[in-house]
């Protein structure tokens, strides 16, 4: 496949004080974020600190309360060559390849493409064998790759991932890590979530690390696995329980 990034790039992504509000809660308060260039970006945090929150609004599936996001210097809301992939992968009730060429009849790619697309897809991410397989049937490895060849149909120049080994085994751990890095090499921006210290200190570029709806620290990986700027962050990597 042809290297992802296009001419005009969706990037710069800039919040400006985002902040989420639910039933009076605060969940998200006034993130101000810029991603650029071509890293790996790791969001880290405890469980509840607002990691999944942040990309969906991010990716658009929800709207901030307060504060901007901007691709590229535009409000334009969704833009269209970004992708996400959820913990839970989001199937439809029907075969791998069809789920495929569905993805590519609705991003209205010519009805002769999308098959031998699809089929490249499949192959690409070594899901060949259970092609004409219900998707739901699958294991959990075998659906987020799925999710995975669905997305890299998209093209997209980033890619979010929320939390996407959280219910696999460490196979099927390489097997996501393998693409992720894949996406990686052909160009894609990565933002992805992960709870694993240890996955994230082989994925990640630079690190956001999240604590109760804060950005408490987004700076190089080598910068905060060796010298992390606050306590909250220190006790994280130290595996120490953090409130
Ligand atoms: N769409 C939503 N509407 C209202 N509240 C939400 C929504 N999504 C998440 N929350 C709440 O926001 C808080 C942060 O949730 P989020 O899923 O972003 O955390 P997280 O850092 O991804 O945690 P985990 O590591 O457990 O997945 C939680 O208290 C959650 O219940």
């Known amino acids: 496949m042809n290297d992802m990034r296009l001419p005009h790039s969706i990037l710069p ?3 400006n004080e985002v902040s989420f509000v639910h039933r009076g809660q605060i969940l998200l308060d006034h993130i101000s974020l810029r991603l650029e260039g071509h890293g790996k970006t790791l969001i880290m945090g405890p469980n509840g600190a607002g990691k999944s929150l942040l990309m969906r609004l991010c990716h658009g599936l929800l709207k901030p309360t307060e504060g901007r996001i901007r691709w590229s210097g535009h409000d334009n809301g969704k833009p269209p060559r970004q992708a996400m992939v959820f913990q839970r992968p989001v199937l439809l009730r029907r075969s791998a390849l069809a789920n495929l ?3 590519l009849a609705a991003g209205s ?12 897809a499949l192959e690409h991410f070594g899901l060949t064998a259970i092609a004409h397989r219900p998707a739901r049937v699958l294991s959990g490895g075998e659906q987020q790759r799925l999710a995975l060849a669905r997305a890299w149909l998209l093209k997209p120049e980033v890619l979010f991932l929320d939390e996407p080994t959280s219910a696999l085994d460490p196979a099927a751990i390489r097997a996501v890590e393998d693409a992720v890095a894949d996406f990686h090499r052909q160009g894609t921006r990565i933002v992805m979530s992960s709870h694993d210290l240890n996955q994230a200190r082989r994925l990640a570029d630079e690190v956001v690390f999240l ?4 950005l408490i620290e987004h700076s190089p990986a080598e910068v905060f696995f060796s010298q992390p700027q606050t306590a909250r962050a220190r006790a994280f990597i130290n595996g120490d329980l953090v409130w």
């Open 109 to 120: 790619t010519r009805h002769t493409r999308r098959k031998p697309l699809a089929w490249e």
């Open 211 to 214: 604590y109760g709806g804060r």
């Open 101 to 103: 060429t569905y993805a």
């Open 13 to 15: 992504l800039e919040l």
